[in-house]
């Protein structure tokens, strides 16, 4: 059994690595539960953006890139979202089409920045500070502080506006939400615009805290798909609280037992939860 | 259909001289890998293209047959043909331990299925990789010995994954003609009508579940020798399951060739994309040729080929009288039907608070009420669309209150919907003739379309009968239900508010229809609002009101109950 101090260390560095997950789950949580689409993409657009994050630090500070990203971002999410509309693709297609999409940001990646591994040096890199006994990294705190603003903003303004309730409107029934006066083109290409500056912001956390390769896109796919599930399609504060749990079941099981065993735990939960879940028998 | 199976076995037979032909290895290789993938994406089609279940977890079957073959060639000396039939047993049994529990939860299905098949790939591959199986290192073959069936090495590969390749294909196309494959088709459509139909459903998933895993792990065993060394990583990861689908979708997962159109097309596109000076390039031109073929051809190509040829309608029958409508036993005015204190809660909703009623053989019962009364319900719990919370419900001597849905079917019930729920994807026709193979009739499928194409001349709809459900408006898509409740030749026949949104007109057609299958015999369950049809069809009358019932016996007398007034009216304020 590890000392408590190890334990504590763990748990900690699960919340950080669960707030990324919760990051990346956000976007593909929100443009699967209110656009129908299972956007494989999401991830490619996020390594995109951490190649061109580490790109640009070589002349300007790497949080600055945000402003060149995010906009950026955001037109590809509308632009990507109009195509979709245009062919009226179905959610297991759009599975398809990001995947091709996928490999073609991958293609791009590989052509740019080559297969080898990047990494990006700042003046955040290193930096760390001491609570007590424990090692608190600046990148990932600083991802853990966007994805809990960015899932409590979102789940604000879902919540709370007009905005917000016409979005979901729009989702639970498309036709009749626009008979009540609600432009659902416009929501989508709207809300594809912010998933994809949201896998933006996830990329320069990435790139703040991860060594990059064009092969790593696929890495996080499965970790991320289960905490979008596990907290539930369309929302915003699910996905973190879900990112969490696996992020800090992953990181204590790698500590008390060992770093293999840990997918065990986090899929194990999630096959639990999908079959426990209340409602579930008829 | 003997001649595809002809086509498919010549075309086999053809393809196994090519060894002898001399060719450059590299043919027998890359020929290797297309056979490998058109069993694995073939394989995963039968379930997964055709019940619309998508399973993400194909690799942990394909990596089950993997281990089981490196495991059992080089720790137990087995032969390699030998650990085969071992590979696809154990996917096959990993299948349906995950089947028998993820199939009796309704709700995971669609993307909830997709990940906790994903989820349950990673569960095994941790467990290979941290227990004695791997153990980390991964597992080498070299001491296997290749069996010499070809001239070469390679020779050898190309014929036995070639022999596994169109027994799929075989397989697949058979179980697509056969009644496995209609009632997979109808689960993709609709799960619960196909159940309230007779299919049985959970059989039939369980069953595509295991041959499909079968062939993913013989598919795996071969694999695993021709790469020669197994690793973790690469086997249990999303490649798999990601290209299964990219291949099915892009080939058309309703076609039994689909998957194998698929695997062709991609497998020869990456080859000739990824290899050579424009690695880079071709893997981009791959992501494009996908999502272009995709947005232009969502149903894939053989969707798309099949769809251009459709409209070639085969000669119809010309007017024949319809079959009879009931099993020919009958005893009339004997109980057929005896609920007794029948109980149905919805999250504290008492929809039905201890219904008891009886149908008598021969009769035509109108069952009616204000709205949430629970007409639908009693509808619903009899035809084991919902399970009873408590009492029991008596059909011909047995208590069905428990029975699965297909079982009350093929024991002579039938229902209609009150919003008609057709099989979006099968023709008119094929929509009638899917319970006359499944329900009580218990029909082959030639003599169910011959049925079939009765009961829609019966129901007037035989000009359509080769049109989708898409295609009919409302009244049709009423009468089409009927056909269907109908094609079963049930004993006991549930109709829903068949009437409800048609006009006078229609009313009038439909009342004469249920007459017309009155005089063949049937005993008739209707749920109805249109008092005119009521007082024209019924013997007898029952009044729900809140889950109870409030009034029984003949129209006159049960209209006239000072409680039925107030139940539809409300108490006068005087």
Redesign the interface.
């Known amino acids: 059994m590890p000392s408590s101090t190890l334990l504590a260390q763990s748990i900690l560095s699960g919340l950080f690595i669960g707030a990324l997950y919760g990051l990346l789950g956000l976007g593909l949580s929100l443009s ?1 539960g209110l656009l129908r689409q ?1 956007s494989l993409a999401h991830f490619a657009l996020a390594f995109l953006a951490a190649y061109l994050c580490y790109q640009l630090s070589h002349v300007m500070d790497p949080l600055a890139t945000l402003v060149i990203i995010v906009p950026l971002f955001a037109l590809i999410g509308v632009a990507i979202q109009w ?1 979709f509309a245009r ?7 759009s ?3 990001t ?6 940001v ?3 990646i ?2 740019i920045w080559t297969a080898d591994f990047r990494k990006l040096e700042s003046s955040y890199g290193a930096a760390k500070f001491k609570i007590g006994a424990l090692y608190v990294p600046v990148p990932e705190l600083m991802t853990l502080v966007a994805a809990l603003a960015l899932a409590f903003g979102v789940h604000a303004v879902l919540r709370h506006t007009d905005l917000g309730r016409a979005l979901r409107a729009t989702a639970e029934d498309g036709p009749i939400a626009a008979a009540f006066g609600m432009n659902q083109k416009a929501l989508a290409l709207g809300l594809a615009g912010l998933c994809a500056a949201f896998a933006g912001i996830a990329g320069v956390c990435i790139a703040l805290s991860y060594t990059l390769a064009p092969s790593q896109i ?1 890495a996080w ?2 970790v991320v ?2 905490t979008v ?1 596990l907290g539930g ?1 369309g929302g915003a504060i699910g996905p973190l609280v879900a990112g969490f749990v696996i992020g800090v079941s992953e990181s204590v099981t790698m500590a008390v037992i ?1 770093p ?5 735990v986090s ?2 939960l ?2 639990l939860v ?2 426990l ?1 209340p ?4 | 259909m003997k001649r595809t199976v002809a086509a498919i076995l010549l075309a086999g037979g053809a393809l196994a001289l090519l060894p002898w032909l001399r060719l450059p290895l590299f043919y027998e290789s890359f020929l290797y890998l297309v056979f490998h993938w058109i069993v694995l994406a073939t394989s995963w089609n039968i379930l997964s293209g055709y019940s619309g279940y998508f399973s993400f977890g194909h690799g942990a079957f394909f990596g089950a047959g993997m281990y089981t073959t490196a495991a059992l060639g080089t720790r137990l000396d087995w032969p390699f043909l030998a650990t085969l039939p071992v590979a696809a047993l154990i996917a096959a049994a990993m299948g349906v331990v995950l089947g028998a529990v993820i199939f009796r939860v309704k709700r995971v299905r669609g993307e909830l299925f997709a990940l906790a098949t994903l989820a349950f790939t990673f569960v095994v591959g941790t467990i290979v990789l941290n227990t004695p199986i791997d153990g980390g290192p991964g597992m080498s073959l070299a001491s296997v010995a290749v069996p010499k069936l070809g001239p070469s090495v390679p020779g050898t590969f190309y014929l036995i994954a070639l022999s596994l390749a169109v027994a799929t294909v075989l397989l697949a196309y058979l179980i697509a003609r056969a009644k496995l494959g209609t009632g997979l088709f109808a689960i993709h459509d609709d799960e619960d009508a196909a159940e309230v139909m007779g299919v049985p459903t959970f059989r039939y998933k369980l069953g595509a579940f295991a041959i499909s895993c079968a062939l993913a792990g013989a598919a795996g065993g071969i694999h695993a020798l021709f790469v020669s060394y197994v690793t973790v990583g690469e086997t249990f990861s999303i490649t798999v399951p990601l290209s299964v689908v990219l291949m099915s979708v892009l080939g058309g997962t309703r076609h039994w060739a689909g998957p194998a159109v698929g695997a062709t097309v991609i497998t020869a596109l990456l080859y000739a994309f990824t290899t050579g000076d424009h690695a880079l390039v071709g893997k981009a031109v791959f992501g494009g040729v996908l999502i272009v073929v995709i947005l232009f051809m969502p149903e894939g190509v053989l969707g798309f080929l099949v769809a251009r040829t459709r409209g070639r309608v085969e000669p119809m029958l010309g007017a024949v009288e319809p079959p009879r409508a009931t099993r020919a036993t009958r005893d009339i005015g004997h109980d057929m039907l005896v609920a007794r204190d029948v109980r149905k809660s919805f999250r504290g909703v008492q929809a039905l608070d201890g219904v008891s009623l009886t149908v008598r053989e021969g009769e035509i019962l109108a069952l009616l009420g204000p709205n949430g009364s629970g007409k639908s319900t009693f509808i619903n719990v009899v035809s084991g669309h919902y399970r009873a919370n408590g009492g029991s419900i008596r059909f011909a001597g047995q208590d069905i209150a428990d029975w699965d849905a297909h079982r009350i079917a093929r024991a002579g019930i039938a229902r209609t919907y009150q919003i008609p729920r057709p099989f979006a994807h099968l023709s008119v026709l094929a929509n009638v003739a899917l319970p006359a193979m499944f329900g009580a009739a218990a029909l082959d499928a030639r003599e169910a379309r011959r049925d079939a194409h009765r009961w829609l001349e019966f129901t007037g709809l035989a000009p359509y009968a080769h049109a989708l459900p898409t295609d009919l408006n409302l009244h049709q898509r009423k009468f089409l239900e009927l056909a269907r409740a109908l094609a079963s030749r049930p004993r006991l026949l549930l109709l829903d508010e068949v009437l409800s949104g048609l006009t006078p007109g229609e009313i009038n057609g439909a009342v004469e229809l249920i007459r017309a299958i009155r005089e063949q015999g049937a005993t008739i369950v209707f749920v109805e609002h249109v008092m005119r049809a009521v007082l024209a069809l019924s013997d007898r009358l029952v009044v729900l009101d809140h889950g109870v019932v409030l009034a029984e016996g003949a129209a006159t007398t049960v209209l006239s109950n000072p409680d039925v007034v107030t139940a539809f009216l409300g108490t006068a304020h005087a």
């Open positions: 699967w299972i195509v062919f009226r693709v179905s959610p297991f297609n599975l398809l089409v995947f091709g999409l996928t490999v073609i991958e293609a791009i590989q052509g696929y796919i499965g798909f289960a599930m399609l060992s293999a065993w840990a997918p065990l899929f194990s999630l096959i999908l079959l879940k409602g579930s028998s008829r």
